[in-house]
Protein backbone atom coordinates (compact mmCIF):
# COMPACT_ATOMS: atom_id res chain seq x y z
CA UNK A 1 0.00 0.00 0.00
CA UNK A 2 1.29 3.54 -1.29
CA UNK A 3 0.12 7.09 -0.26
CA UNK A 4 1.11 9.86 -2.64
CA UNK A 5 2.59 13.11 -0.60
CA UNK A 6 4.37 15.88 -1.08
CA UNK A 7 7.53 16.27 0.85
CA UNK A 8 9.30 20.39 1.01
CA UNK A 9 13.18 20.24 1.06
CA UNK A 10 13.37 20.67 4.23
CA UNK A 11 11.92 17.04 5.11
CA UNK A 12 14.42 15.66 1.92
CA UNK A 13 16.73 13.23 4.64
CA UNK A 14 12.80 11.75 5.47
CA UNK A 15 12.63 10.34 2.56
CA UNK A 16 14.11 7.16 0.76
CA UNK A 17 17.46 8.11 0.57
CA UNK A 18 16.39 9.24 -3.00
CA UNK A 19 18.44 12.35 -4.32
CA UNK A 20 15.58 14.12 -5.24
CA UNK A 21 14.27 18.02 -3.73
CA UNK A 22 11.26 16.05 -2.66
CA UNK A 23 9.46 12.53 -3.43
CA UNK A 24 5.74 11.93 -3.93
CA UNK A 25 5.88 8.40 -2.67
CA UNK A 26 5.60 7.34 1.19
CA UNK A 27 5.56 3.49 1.08
CA UNK A 28 4.26 0.78 3.87
CA UNK A 29 6.17 -2.03 4.32
CA UNK A 30 3.96 -5.15 5.84
CA UNK A 31 5.48 -7.97 8.24
CA UNK A 32 4.61 -11.03 9.75
CA UNK A 33 6.33 -11.54 13.09
CA UNK A 34 5.90 -12.97 16.58
CA UNK A 35 6.06 -11.32 20.21
CA UNK A 36 7.15 -12.81 23.03
CA UNK A 37 6.48 -12.16 27.27
CA UNK A 38 6.68 -14.21 30.48
CA UNK A 39 3.19 -14.99 31.22
CA UNK A 40 2.41 -13.05 34.64
CA UNK A 41 -1.06 -13.58 36.66
CA UNK A 42 -1.51 -9.93 34.56
CA UNK A 43 -3.18 -10.91 31.06
CA UNK A 44 -3.13 -7.44 30.13
CA UNK A 45 0.18 -6.40 30.74
CA UNK A 46 1.48 -9.75 29.34
CA UNK A 47 -0.29 -8.89 26.23
CA UNK A 48 1.06 -5.66 26.19
CA UNK A 49 4.80 -6.82 26.84
CA UNK A 50 4.38 -9.33 23.59
CA UNK A 51 2.78 -6.51 21.40
CA UNK A 52 5.97 -4.16 22.42
CA UNK A 53 8.05 -7.34 21.21
CA UNK A 54 6.32 -7.94 18.70
CA UNK A 55 6.81 -3.97 17.55
CA UNK A 56 10.66 -4.36 17.47
CA UNK A 57 10.73 -7.47 16.53
CA UNK A 58 8.94 -5.56 12.55
CA UNK A 59 10.99 -2.93 12.64
CA UNK A 60 14.04 -4.96 13.47
CA UNK A 61 13.41 -6.84 10.12
CA UNK A 62 13.15 -3.78 7.76
CA UNK A 63 16.22 -2.44 9.66
CA UNK A 64 17.96 -5.67 8.93
CA UNK A 65 17.42 -4.96 5.48
CA UNK A 66 18.53 -1.17 5.11
CA UNK A 67 21.76 -1.59 6.99
CA UNK A 68 24.97 -4.01 6.31
CA UNK A 69 25.63 -6.89 8.84
CA UNK A 70 28.76 -5.15 10.30
CA UNK A 71 26.75 -1.93 11.15
CA UNK A 72 23.79 -4.29 12.83
CA UNK A 73 26.57 -5.81 14.60
CA UNK A 74 28.96 -2.89 15.90
CA UNK A 75 25.80 -0.33 16.64
CA UNK A 76 23.70 -2.48 17.81
CA UNK A 77 23.24 -1.03 21.15
CA UNK A 78 22.74 2.33 19.40
CA UNK A 79 19.96 1.08 17.22
CA UNK A 80 18.62 -0.62 20.27
CA UNK A 81 18.34 2.87 22.04
CA UNK A 82 17.57 4.83 18.99
CA UNK A 83 15.58 2.63 17.04
CA UNK A 84 14.17 -0.26 18.78
CA UNK A 85 13.05 1.76 22.00
CA UNK A 86 10.41 3.59 20.46
CA UNK A 87 9.36 1.07 17.60
CA UNK A 88 6.06 1.65 18.41
CA UNK A 89 6.39 5.22 16.37
CA UNK A 90 6.89 3.47 13.31
CA UNK A 91 3.78 1.07 13.19
CA UNK A 92 0.86 2.39 10.75
CA UNK A 93 -1.28 -0.55 12.15
CA UNK A 94 -1.40 -3.79 12.85
CA UNK A 95 -3.57 -6.97 13.34
CA UNK A 96 -3.48 -10.17 15.65
CA UNK A 97 -3.29 -13.02 13.27
CA UNK A 98 -3.55 -16.25 15.51
CA UNK A 99 -4.46 -16.30 19.49
CA UNK A 100 -1.99 -16.45 21.77
CA UNK A 101 -0.19 -19.43 22.47
CA UNK A 102 1.50 -20.47 25.78
CA UNK A 103 4.54 -22.25 26.13
CA UNK A 104 7.32 -23.58 28.51
CA UNK A 105 11.05 -22.14 28.15
CA UNK A 106 14.04 -24.07 28.85
CA UNK A 107 13.70 -22.85 32.15
CA UNK A 108 10.23 -23.60 33.13
CA UNK A 109 8.76 -19.83 32.66
CA UNK A 110 6.02 -19.66 30.85
CA UNK A 111 6.09 -18.27 27.47
CA UNK A 112 3.28 -15.80 25.96
CA UNK A 113 3.74 -15.72 22.27
CA UNK A 114 1.34 -13.54 19.66
CA UNK A 115 1.74 -13.29 16.08
CA UNK A 116 1.09 -10.26 14.43
CA UNK A 117 0.58 -8.86 10.78
CA UNK A 118 2.53 -5.09 11.48
CA UNK A 119 2.09 -2.49 8.63
CA UNK A 120 5.65 -0.09 9.34
CA UNK A 121 5.91 3.47 7.65
CA UNK A 122 9.86 3.28 6.12
CA UNK A 123 9.56 6.96 5.76
CA UNK A 124 10.37 8.33 9.22
CA UNK A 125 12.56 5.24 10.24
CA UNK A 126 14.50 5.54 7.19
CA UNK A 127 15.24 9.13 8.36
CA UNK A 128 15.97 8.90 11.85
CA UNK A 129 18.68 5.85 10.77
CA UNK A 130 19.55 8.75 8.58
CA UNK A 131 19.93 11.08 11.39
CA UNK A 132 21.64 8.42 13.61
CA UNK A 133 24.37 8.37 11.11
CA UNK A 134 24.12 4.41 10.96
CA UNK A 135 22.46 4.86 7.29
CA UNK A 136 24.60 6.65 5.18
CA UNK A 137 23.11 8.11 1.75
CA UNK A 138 25.83 7.91 -0.12
CA UNK A 139 27.13 4.56 0.47
CA UNK A 140 23.32 2.66 -0.12
CA UNK A 141 23.42 2.24 -3.88
CA UNK A 142 23.28 -1.49 -5.29
CA UNK A 143 23.41 -3.05 -8.44
CA UNK A 144 20.55 -6.30 -8.27
CA UNK A 145 20.34 -8.46 -11.24
CA UNK A 146 16.52 -8.85 -12.11
CA UNK A 147 15.95 -11.75 -14.48
CA UNK A 148 11.99 -11.53 -16.07
CA UNK A 149 10.68 -15.44 -16.74
CA UNK A 150 7.90 -16.14 -18.82
CA UNK A 151 6.74 -12.94 -19.73
CA UNK A 152 6.42 -13.08 -23.93
CA UNK A 153 4.57 -9.97 -24.57
CA UNK A 154 5.92 -6.75 -24.85
CA UNK A 155 3.83 -4.60 -23.61
CA UNK A 156 3.44 -6.66 -20.67
CA UNK A 157 7.09 -6.23 -20.08
CA UNK A 158 7.08 -2.79 -20.53
CA UNK A 159 4.15 -2.53 -17.86
CA UNK A 160 6.12 -4.58 -15.45
CA UNK A 161 9.19 -2.52 -15.60
CA UNK A 162 7.08 0.47 -15.32
CA UNK A 163 6.22 -0.53 -12.21
CA UNK A 164 9.35 -1.49 -10.90
CA UNK A 165 11.11 1.71 -11.71
CA UNK A 166 8.24 3.16 -9.96
CA UNK A 167 9.06 1.98 -6.90
CA UNK A 168 10.95 4.92 -4.73
CA UNK A 169 14.12 2.19 -4.20
CA UNK A 170 14.57 1.82 -7.30
CA UNK A 171 16.81 4.61 -8.81
CA UNK A 172 17.25 3.40 -12.80
CA UNK A 173 16.90 0.11 -14.49
CA UNK A 174 18.43 -0.85 -17.48
CA UNK A 175 18.96 -3.98 -20.11
CA UNK A 176 21.92 -6.71 -19.83
CA UNK A 177 19.80 -9.18 -22.74
CA UNK A 178 16.55 -10.30 -23.53
CA UNK A 179 14.97 -13.72 -25.30
CA UNK A 180 11.50 -14.90 -25.80
CA UNK A 181 9.99 -14.74 -22.30
CA UNK A 182 13.20 -13.99 -20.69
CA UNK A 183 14.65 -10.22 -19.65
CA UNK A 184 17.70 -10.20 -17.90
CA UNK A 185 17.52 -6.00 -16.30
CA UNK A 186 19.91 -4.33 -13.79
CA UNK A 187 18.26 -2.15 -11.24
CA UNK A 188 19.84 0.55 -9.12
CA UNK A 189 18.69 0.59 -5.68
CA UNK A 190 18.85 1.83 -2.40
CA UNK A 191 19.16 -0.36 0.05
CA UNK A 192 19.26 -4.16 -0.10
CA UNK A 193 18.35 -6.92 -2.92
CA UNK A 194 16.32 -8.94 -0.03
CA UNK A 195 14.00 -5.37 0.90
CA UNK A 196 13.76 -5.47 -2.66
CA UNK A 197 12.56 -8.55 -3.14
CA UNK A 198 9.80 -8.18 -0.12
CA UNK A 199 8.83 -4.66 -1.72
CA UNK A 200 8.10 -6.92 -4.60
CA UNK A 201 6.35 -9.70 -3.21
CA UNK A 202 3.85 -6.45 -2.14
CA UNK A 203 3.71 -5.02 -5.13
CA UNK A 204 3.63 -8.14 -7.33
CA UNK A 205 1.21 -10.57 -5.22
CA UNK A 206 -0.59 -13.01 -7.02
CA UNK A 207 1.57 -12.42 -10.54
CA UNK A 208 4.95 -13.35 -10.61
CA UNK A 209 6.96 -15.81 -7.82
CA UNK A 210 9.98 -14.37 -6.52
CA UNK A 211 13.84 -15.94 -5.52
CA UNK A 212 16.67 -14.64 -4.16
CA UNK A 213 19.24 -16.54 -6.39
CA UNK A 214 22.77 -15.37 -3.54
CA UNK A 215 23.42 -12.15 -2.95
CA UNK A 216 22.46 -10.16 -5.60
CA UNK A 217 19.88 -11.95 -8.34
CA UNK A 218 16.32 -11.73 -8.38
CA UNK A 219 13.70 -14.19 -10.16
CA UNK A 220 10.44 -12.74 -11.32
CA UNK A 221 8.62 -15.75 -13.30
CA UNK A 222 5.15 -14.90 -14.25
CA UNK A 223 2.39 -17.18 -12.79
CA UNK A 224 -0.31 -15.60 -14.43
CA UNK A 225 -0.31 -16.21 -18.37
CA UNK A 226 1.11 -19.72 -17.29
CA UNK A 227 -2.48 -20.19 -14.93
CA UNK A 228 -4.38 -19.05 -17.92
CA UNK A 229 -6.12 -22.25 -19.53
CA UNK A 230 -5.86 -22.96 -23.66
CA UNK A 231 -8.69 -21.80 -25.49
CA UNK A 232 -9.31 -24.13 -28.26
CA UNK A 233 -10.83 -22.72 -31.30
CA UNK A 234 -13.53 -25.65 -31.98
Do not use: H
Amino acid sequence: MRRRVCIPFAFFLYFFLCGYVYSKVTDIVTVNVVGVAVLSQNEAETKKDALEDAFKKAVAKVVEALLPEEILESDSGFIEWRIYSKANVYIVNYVITSKPKITLSDTGESIYMLSIEAKIDITPLKADLLNAGVLREDDRVFKVILAILDVTDYEEFSNLKTRIEDLDMVKGISYVSFDRGRFILLADITGSARFLRERLLEELAGEFEIAMIGQNTLTLKNIVSIAKPLEIEE
